[in-house]
């Protein structure tokens, strides 16, 4: 029911910083909750931050005070800003909208973008 696209991957050297943006298809804020996830090669899928439909946030320990999450509802996008990169934040960034409910009739549901890129080097 809901199709998202995440872009603003790339390349960067270790302190630098990358925009995140994750475009959704429909109206998700209020039906659902925006979340980042990354995935390193050879590891386990990890939640970066999450938004809650009243706007609460939530982050990785390790990203708190260096990402911050925020939501452009006229646009259907959800943004991660990401500043002072770190080689180990090299991984494949996941757009996320879970617990989405468009109808009383329907159960709930989480989707997923394909994923963006992040490299950082040092």
């Known amino acids: 029911q809901v199709r998202l696209v995440e872009a603003g991957g790339g390349s960067v050297q270790s302190g630098g910083s990358l925009k995140l943006s994750c475009s959704a298809s429909r109206p998700v804020f209020g039906s659902c909750e925006m979340a980042w996830y990354r995935q390193a090669t050879g590891k386990e899928r990890e939640l970066v931050s999450r938004i809650s439909r009243d706007g609460a946030t939530i982050h990785l320990h390790s990203a708190k005070g260096r990402f911050t999450i925020s939501q452009d509802k006229p646009k259907n996008t959800m943004h991660l800003q990401m500043t002072s990169l770190k080689t180990y934040d090299t991984a494949v960034y996941y757009c996320?909208?879970?617990?989405?409910?468009?109808?009383?009739?329907?159960?709930?549901?989480?989707?997923w973008g394909q994923g963006t890129q992040v490299t950082v080097s040092s």
């Open positions: 996320a909208a879970e617990g989405c409910r468009f109808s009383a009739t329907l159960r709930r549901a989480d989707y």
